[in-house]
């Protein structure tokens, strides 16, 4: 990433999206380098969705440029689509076909027939831990296997650039830690992947970089750890007065030149390693620390939650 | 494919046709069973029913054909809409907005032109197979009289890409799911039976006769018929121009609001 001689793979100029008076993209710019997973972090409503529609040439582009691969996604739609792979929030699966057919009958739209279809088939079920239902209904899958299947689906082709439009929304647990786990296998294996996601832990997990989006804009941008230092500090204190002694603890903490940060019932103040020492003995307070994650990196730039929607 | 398109400016890959159509293949053979009942067995009660049933208090119709034989023919080309149109409004109207398949398709390298023709050809496939199981059936029955029957087989299939491109435009238009049971109800059964395939066109009172002719069914049915008795005319040639005509209309319109409803 750091060698400035690749081209990126997806490149954003300026690029904007209005339906009617609303502005679902205004004009944002990023790069997406080979072999790295970007995440596109924000809440629903930030304009992720609409980007990765205006990549796959679904969604037309209000203005601004887009590239993929050195290709102008307007111009030359089709030999975009030629080289990528979609994973869209609804898995989009085949129900009148079975698991195998859904990823041979895919292929065929890439020119993909045959045995080589088969065997890339074949070879998707075993990476995915699917091998065993390939001749399986989609009914009969269980959310966590139907995603897993789009993955597959989308790796078919072997495309330059996978977008993942939020790859684990609406899976439990182990679900989402099993599709973690192998899109950690897909990077190892040098795929590029661009991601949305509205969970700040996926985004850490997974990102190399990552842009943080609200209504339509970027509102930071970096790698999960830059941008949790720049905007957070690396430690967190929580700060929960005792009855009544909200405003005193406040004005102290800001005596001490402290940014005081309000969260509902309590209040944070972000610093480096030090605050331990410095907020140990808050009057009429119980303090906690913990490391600061991207969900405090969001509230700071927006003052609400992630998952608000 | 690419050549073909820098070649002839015309961007359109044949092979995702095929592939849009393979992709119905494949999920027919899955439940053959079950669609094959629908396929023969529906259009061989209607046929039963209505040429021995009603057949048998109906005089000789038109010249010298017994009701069977005058109803034979129009029943086999007009049960060919409805597998055509039930695939690309109920059908299409499904894999579009519940399963979100075409948004699959025209997110890896399939365009709607692509896309719509696979379907409408695959509409035309279900209707020919139907044709083909009810041809056979009234040819033992001796119904059809001219060896130029075999032809209503091809015109099954014509009928089918009519229908086809006819339930796509309206699968791309209608607002609901619930309101997709109106092409069926307002469109296909008034179209089915005044298209003259159970009675002829000329009993209809005289202001209304237009009306029947321009049905997008009564151009097949007389075709139809023509090629059963074995006597045609040009007017067996309108009929089939008329057809080739609405398909050739159905099929760009159905593709132009796919576009409008799935590219935003």
Request: aromatic share 8%; with cysteine; charged share 20%.
């Amino acid at each position: 990433m750091s060698d400035t001689q690749t081209p990126p793979i997806i490149k954003a100029v300026a690029l904007r999206k209005d339906y009617g008076e609303f502005h679902a993209v205004k004009g944002i710019d990023f790069e997406v380098m080979p072999g790295e997973i970007f995440g596109m972090l924000g809440p629903n409503g930030a304009g992720k969705t609409t980007t990765m529609r205006m990549l796959s040439s679904i969604s037309p582009i209000t203005s601004g440029r887009l590239f993929v691969d050195g290709l102008d996604v307007e111009k030359e739609p089709r030999k975009v689509r030629d080289r990528i792979g979609v994973v869209a929030q609804h898995d989009g699966l085949d129900p009148d076909l079975n698991v195998r057919q859904n990823l041979i009958t895919y292929a065929r739209y890439f020119s993909i027939t045959g045995k080589a279809a088969q065997d890339r088939a074949r070879e998707m079920l075993e990476f995915f831990g699917l091998d065993h239902r390939s001749g399986s209904g989609i009914h009969a899958l269980s959310g966590g296997m139907k995603r897993r299947l789009t993955l597959a689906r989308a790796f078919m082709t072997r495309p330059k650039v996978v977008i993942l439009d939020e790859p684990s929304t609406g899976l439990d647990p182990q679900s989402r830690n099993r599709v973690w786990e192998q899109l950690n296998r897909i990077r190892d294996a040098g795929a590029t992947i661009l991601m949305s996601t509205h969970y700040m832990e996926e985004a850490a997990q997974l990102c190399d970089r990552l842009v943080i989006m609200d209504n339509g804009e970027i509102l930071s941008r970096g790698t999960p750890d830059d941008l949790v230092m720049e905007h957070a500090g690396s430690l967190t204190a929580v700060i929960r007065p005792n009855n009544g002694n909200g405003l005193a603890v406040r004005s102290a903490l800001e005596s001490m030149g402290k940014v005081v940060r309000d969260r509902g019932a309590s209040m944070v103040v972000h610093g480096p390693e030090q605050l331990r020492g410095e907020l140990g003995q808050i009057d009429n307070a119980t303090v906690r620390f913990r490391i600061s994650t991207l969900e405090d990196v969001f509230l700071n730039l927006t003052g609400r939650e992630l998952r608000d929607e | 494919m690419t050549s073909l398109a820098t070649k002839t400016g015309i961007d359109f890959r044949p092979s995702n046709v095929y592939g849009v159509w393979l992709r119905h293949w494949l999920a027919f053979k899955g439940g053959w069973l079950i669609d094959s009942t629908a396929i023969v067995i529906e259009p061989l009660f209607i046929l039963l029913a209505v040429g021995f049933g009603i057949g048998r208090f109906v005089e000789g119709i038109q010249g010298d054909l017994s009701y069977q034989e005058f109803v034979a023919p129009g029943i086999i080309a007009a049960n060919a809409m409805w597998p055509a149109l039930f695939n690309c409004s109920w059908g299409a109207y499904q894999r579009m907005e519940n399963h979100k398949i075409y948004e699959t398709m025209i997110s890896a390298p399939v365009n709607l032109s692509e896309l719509a023709a696979g379907e409408i050809i695959w509409g035309a496939t279900r209707a020919a197979m139907t044709t083909a199981a009810v041809l056979i059936v009234a040819m033992i029955l001796g119904l059809l009289s001219s060896p130029l029957a075999i032809l209503i087989l091809p015109l099954g299939f014509l009928v089918g890409l009519v229908f086809g491109g006819m339930g796509l435009v309206y699968a791309s238009i209608a607002p609901t799911q619930h309101s997709m049971m109106l092409i069926f109800t307002l469109i296909g059964t008034p179209i089915f039976f005044f298209s003259g395939a159970f009675f002829p066109i000329d009993s209809l009172h005289s202001g209304l006769q237009p009306v029947a002719w321009a049905m997008p069914l009564t151009g097949a049915v007389h075709v139809a018929r023509g090629l059963s008795t074995g006597e045609l005319g040009l007017s067996h040639l309108y009929g089939l121009l008329y057809m080739i005509g609405l398909a050739s209309v159905f099929y760009p319109l159905a593709f132009i609001l796919l576009r409008r409803k799935l590219i935003t």
